[in-house]
């Protein structure tokens, strides 16, 4: 067979874009598979003391009644989570989870309080 010189840069396309497509897809699936679970996190490592939803009956662990000790804002929650608060059973996680995970159990978190933006 004789493939003309106009039929090269054809072929190539037609061999580059499925690859592309499949490199895409690939690339959303594993984005999905590796964006951390927060819910999935929060059942096994906070809510033992926090609660479903944060709802405690203890003031202290209570996640969702717009009182924070702490402060309420991302990066005063995320403090807690990543350093803990010394003396009390709430232990520091930094090093247990990762970065991403801590950023989205904040979020996560500070979703119970139907007070905060
Ligand atoms: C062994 C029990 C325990 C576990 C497990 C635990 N905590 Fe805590 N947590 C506490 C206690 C107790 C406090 C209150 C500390 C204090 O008295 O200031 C607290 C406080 C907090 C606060 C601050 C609340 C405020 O009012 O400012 C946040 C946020 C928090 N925890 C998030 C988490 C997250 C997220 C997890 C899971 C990764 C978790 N905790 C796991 C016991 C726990």
């Not at 989570?81 to 989870?97: D, H, P, Q």
Request: hydrophobic residues 45%; positive net charge.
């Amino acid at each position: 067979m004789r493939i003309s010189r106009r039929g090269v840069p054809f072929l190539a396309c037609a061999v580059a874009a499925p690859l592309l497509l499949a490199g895409v897809v690939a690339t959303t699936a594993w984005a999905q598979a590796t964006a951390p679970d927060a819910a999935a996190i929060y059942k096994s490592k906070c809510l033992m003391c926090h609660g479903v939803n944060g709802a405690t009956k203890v003031p202290a662990t209570n996640l969702a009644d717009a009182t924070w000790a702490h402060g309420s804002s991302p990066a005063e929650v995320s403090a807690v989570i990543r350093n803990g608060v010394k003396g009390t059973l709430m232990a520091a996680f930094k090093g247990k989870l990762t970065d991403p995970e801590i950023e989205a159990l904040t979020k996560y978190v500070r979703s119970f309080d139907k007070t905060l933006k």
